[in-house]
């Protein structure tokens, strides 16, 4: 049955793949700490969606753990939030294959992201295609309401609510539906090198990204290259053209927390673009560099990482395993006592 509960259920996931960059702290993770008092939330490694593309085995053992620390030292709090591994909770794999039975491959082959991912293979996993149904697992299984994600994820939030309507329409009312919830500002940081496409982790070319790993010169250095205009006007614009100095000023809304009016105030005095440049990079740094002094610190605590890892799995299977039993319940399988908790 679909549970009335009183404060609204939060579930959202990042890949252990490569460094964590600004627009997934300003997009996903910043939010995430900032709401973890009101809402009851579920915070997901999603290792299983990584291998999607082949990854080095020990480089995804690395990532996980160096994720895990960096989600902690950017503020995520284990006593509040529930963080854990999806391989760990094994729910997940299973909740896919089901919810794959009922998912037609049409909706599939529409994913913006699977188009632009696959046109850039010669061969196409069969993972990188089921891959938002794994999703929709992830988020049904908690009867998560509302899932906090960055534009880009916004299809594959909206797949999986459409999974769980129909899941409902078949087998009667199991699902919540769930809703993504994109930030107001930097719902969408470009890439500094480029302005006209989204920073991501994939993209190698220098200056293209800021991680939260950055020393303070680096990220300095970075925003200095930024691409700009050959104008001068600080405005919030959506003309092409001012795509640069509108990231900038995304970046740094988001950043401080101010409000539009606030930050063409703040920056009404502003010397031209260099100033502009230095100035958003200060607040950047202030963000970031408490975040990388304290991931130093928790990465040489391997134990105390493991018990957070490990208390965050067991949380998550007691909301997760009855979950499925239901989900198999409905669908008609025979579920033996020793799968139910
Ligand atoms: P991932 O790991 O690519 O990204 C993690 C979060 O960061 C956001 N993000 C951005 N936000 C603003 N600007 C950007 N340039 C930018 N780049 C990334 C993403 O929108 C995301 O919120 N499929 C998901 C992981 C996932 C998931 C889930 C999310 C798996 N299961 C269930 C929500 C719920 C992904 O690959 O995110």
């Given amino acids: 049955m679909v549970p009335e509960r009183e404060r609204p259920r939060v579930f959202s996931g990042i890949q252990p793949t490569g460094s964590l960059h600004l627009g997934n702290y300003l997009g996903a ?23 999607t593309v082949y990854q080095e085995p020990e480089a995804l053992r690395r990532g996980t753990r160096q994720l895990a620390a960096l989600l902690l030292a950017a503020g ?13 909770v094994r729910a997940h794999a299973e909740a896919s294959w089901l919810l794959s039975c009922i998912t037609p491959l049409g909706w599939l082959e529409r994913m913006t992201q699977f188009k632009a991912k696959a046109a850039q293979q010669q061969s196409v996993l069969t993972g990188l295609l089921t891959y938002p149904v794994l999703q929709a697992g992830d988020i049904l299984l908690y009867d998560a309401d509302e899932v906090p994600v960055g534009e880009d ?8 609510r459409d999974v769980a309507q129909r899941f409902n329409h ?17 719902a969408r940081v470009m890439g500094l090198d480029d302005p006209t496409r989204k920073m991501s982790k994939s993209a190698k070319a220098r200056g293209h990204a800021v991680r939260l790993t950055d020393s303070d010169d680096e990220i300095r250095r970075a925003f200095k290259r ?42 009404a005095g502003a010397r031209g673009y ?22 130093r610190e928790l990465m040489e605590d391997a134990a105390e990482l493991d018990r957070i890892l490990r208390q965050g799995a067991e949380a998550a299977r007691a909301e997760a395993e009855p979950k499925l039993v239901e989900v198999k319940e409905r669908m008609g399988f025979e579920v033996p006592d020793e799968l139910r908790r």
């Fill in 29 to 51: 993770i910043k939010r995430w700490v900032e709401r973890q008092d009101e809402k009851e939330s579920f915070i997901c490694i999603v290792d299983l969606h990584a291998v």
């Fill in 274 to 295: 260099g100033d502009l440049k230095q100035r958003v990079a200060e607040v950047v740094i202030a963000a970031i560099a408490p975040i990388r002094r304290r991931y």
């Fill in 76 to 88: 995520i709090d284990p006593a509040r939030v529930t963080l854990f591994v999806q391989s760990h």
């Fill in 170 to 186: 078949l087998y009667g009312d199991t699902f919540v539906l769930p809703r993504p919830v994109i930030g107001e500002a930097a």
């Fill in 226 to 267: 930024a691409v700009t205009d050959s104008g001068r006007e600080i405005a919030f614009s959506d003309e092409p053209e001012k795509a640069g100095v509108n990231n900038l000023l995304e970046i740094y809304r988001a950043t401080t927390g101010r409000s539009r009016q606030q930050v063409l105030d703040d920056f």
């Fill in 153 to 160: 994820q916004k299809q594959h939030i909206e797949l999986a």
